[in-house]
């Protein structure tokens, strides 16, 4: 069955770090560009960052600098690294798989990990 299913969602304290993995099947992780949204209390859920395939990555501009993404070929996984986390970096983050196929967009949304930045 094909899915994704993310992990490593906790508490930590402003400053902290923390990094999310994405667990995929092994046809998603070799066949999809994966990205990272996040949900806060009240607001859309919004684009975080995004690795290709081709292995070009993309970064909102809220968290470049401090988020990194990338990839164990080995694990089929996707992970998140998360710097200098604030209070507003507080949101469900969910693990996204898209790919384009025969002119339709197929896509595979996890079920989310809380990250919540606290003090």
């Known amino acids: 069955q094909e899915q994704v299913v993310e992990s490593g969602g906790g508490l930590v304290q402003p400053g902290g770090s923390l990094r999310l993995s994405c667990g995929a099947s092994?046809?998603?992780?070799?066949?999809?560009?994966m990205s990272w949204y996040r949900q806060a209390p009240g607001k859309q859920r919004e684009f975080v960052a995004r690795l290709t395939t081709g292995g070009d990555t993309h970064y909102s501009d809220s968290v470049k600098g401090r988020f990194a993404i990338s990839r164990d070929n080995a694990k089929n996984t996707v992970y998140l690294q998360m710097d200098s986390l604030s209070p507003e970096d507080t949101a469900v983050y969910y693990c996204?798989?898209?790919?384009?196929?025969?002119?339709?967009?197929?896509?595979?949304w996890g079920q989310g990990t809380q990250v919540t930045v606290s003090s």
């Open positions: 092994k046809n998603i992780f070799r066949l999809y560009d």
């Open positions: 996204k798989a898209d790919r384009l196929r025969d002119g339709s967009v197929l896509v595979f």
